[in-house]
């Protein structure tokens, strides 16, 4: 554990409705021992943050690390350095690895390597069936014990209904959160991007909205069957907005995410084939990006998540058809989502309560708050600084980013994690 003074910034927790000029954060024995202006104990490191923006730790619930077993794309060393580097302190890793984190031994072995490796708090999620095949269920029982807190199959669909409902029951036993990729793997069959005039005009597969949508609608209704808590992943289609939007005022636990890149692109940036481009879901139109952008805004969007899937340069440098789905986006979330800001599209508020406070809650998880005991995770953000994205630069193994180039408004000072520096610009 660790003690560290964070002094003269603007502390700033949405959530705690806190927004103090020139005050500190205190952390001792890496907890958060006091804020406002305090006097530390004498001998204690300190951090001045003047100009800075003082911030809970930012948490990303939609992470896809890799290791074990898929190194080649990203090990814990190198995906935990790049979400410090992004200001996240907490990331939650997907199941997809090998083997299948479908059991309490996968769970195990990834705090082992955190502990050693790893520069953030990492927060296994477990795979809703064994070997994601959609057949069977997992063993969520034991994966709970290990202390997996979330279960999902993505990348990949539950595609029967029954299974997928049975799963849900189960994972109420447990209070488990259920993440749901929310696509008919057979309306998507060989799709590449979003389907409409651009997929047509490029000559390229695409993916139509109602894959998403009709999932939507589906696990909503089991949602409300079983009471389970259901989260969405990377929502991308006004459509599947609206079903969101009704269930939660019909009082259903359910929440939803969408990241940068659904933010900021539209499919027309598929006409240059740069396979960087090319994720999943799909990058959408510019009416669902507006729609987006007013889900986020009126929180039927909970939380911000960057779907960070990194890719060897070799899967990627293909032919767009060919080339692996996925972007490298913990190191450009931060400096997007500020972009947007300035341009007024969303407001400062939202933004932090959706890194932090959010997806805290949905995790049921003590971080994402400056609140005196809770864990000292705390992330300063220079919003002056403009820079440039370089992705040789990345810390990330995967340097596949539609971003490289872009000049972005602010960026992350220094990532503090249990009153450790993790990152220092």
Known sequence: MANLW????????????????????????????????????????????KGLLVCPGFIDLHVHLGEPGKTAKETIASGTAAAARGGFTTIACTADLEPVNDSAFVSYFIHQKVKEDGRTRVLPIGALTRGMKGEELAEM??????????????????????????????????NLLVISHAEDANLRG?????????????????????????MVARDILLCELTGARLHFAHITAAGSLD?????????????AETTPHHLMLTDELVGKYDTNTKVLP?????????ALLVALDDGTIDTLSCDHRPQPVEDKQVEYDHAEFGISG????????????????????????????????????ESGALKV??????????????????????????KNTPFDGWKLPARVRSTVVGGKVAYSL
């Open 6 to 49: 964070i002094r003269n910034g603007r502390v700033y927790d949405p959530g705690q409705n806190i927004d103090l000029v020139a005050s500190d954060v205190l952390i001792l024995d890496g907890k958060i021992a006091a804020i406002g202006k305090v006097e530390a104990p004498a001998g204690t490191p300190s951090i001045e943050a």
């Open 243 to 255: 079903r969101i939007r009704s269930a939660k005022k019909r009082g259903l636990r359910v929440t």
């Open 141 to 174: 029982g034991s994966m709970w014990e290990a202390g997996v807190r979330a279960v999902s199959d993505s990348p990949n669909s539950v595609m029967n209904a029954y299974v997928f409902r049975k799963a849900m029951d189960y994972a109420k036993r447990f």
């Open 330 to 365: 913990l190191e450009t979330a931060l400096g997007l989502y500020m972009k947007l800001v300035a341009e007024k599209k969303i407001t400062l508020r939202r933004v932090i309560s959706a890194m932090t406070e959010a997806p805290a809650r949905i995790m049921n998880i």
């Open 282 to 290: 799909p990058l959408r139109e510019a009416v669902d990006l507006q």
């Open 190 to 214: 060989k799709g590449v991007m979003n389907e409409g005039f651009h997929s047509a005009k490029f000559g390229l597969r695409g993916i139509p909205k109602a894959a998403e949508e009709l």
């Open 373 to 398: 005991g809770r864990p000292g995770d705390v992330t300063l953000v220079d919003l002056n600084a403009s820079w440039q994205v370089d992705k040789s630069e990345f810390l990330s193994r995967g």
